[in-house]
């Protein structure tokens, strides 16, 4: 049974860090392309990042390029999202997806499997 649990939200100051994980079970992280997606109150759920299948490339965001680094450990069967210079409007609760599509660039119809989210909030 293929499972993704979110970890790592919390509440931060602007300017701070945090750094998620995504647990995967029952399948391999490496043939899969994993996403992290947000979802602030009020708006449309929005891509963050995605680590391609077999470790082909990542994309971002621009909203968040520079700031935000995803990586797969895939050992531990993990992605991480580490999260820098964190801004208010990073406020969203965060979820992990994942395909096992080869093409695919992590968009949101794209994805088969999704965790229950993690919240971060950013707040003086």
């Known amino acids: 049974q293929v499972q993704l649990v979110e970890s790592g939200g919390g509440l931060v100051k602007p300017g701070g860090s945090l750094r998620l994980s995504c647990a995967a079970s029952?399948?391999?992280?490496?043939?899969?392309?994993i996403g992290w997606f947000r979802q602030a109150p009020g708006k449309e759920r929005e891509g963050v990042s995605c680590i391609l299948s077999s470790n082909s490339g990542t994309i971002y965001a621009n909203s968040v390029k520079g700031r935000f680094i995803t990586s797969r450990d895939n050992a531990k069967s993990t992605v991480y999202l580490q999260m820098n210079s964190l801004k208010p409007e990073d406020t969203a609760e965060y979820y992990c997806?994942?395909?096992?599509?080869?093409?695919?660039?992590?968009?949101?119809?794209?994805?088969?499997?999704w965790g229950n989210g993690t919240l971060v909030t950013v707040s003086s």
């Open positions: 997806a994942a395909t096992p599509k080869s093409a695919a660039l992590c968009a949101t119809y794209d994805m088969d499997y």
């Open positions: 029952g399948f391999s992280v490496d043939g899969y392309a």
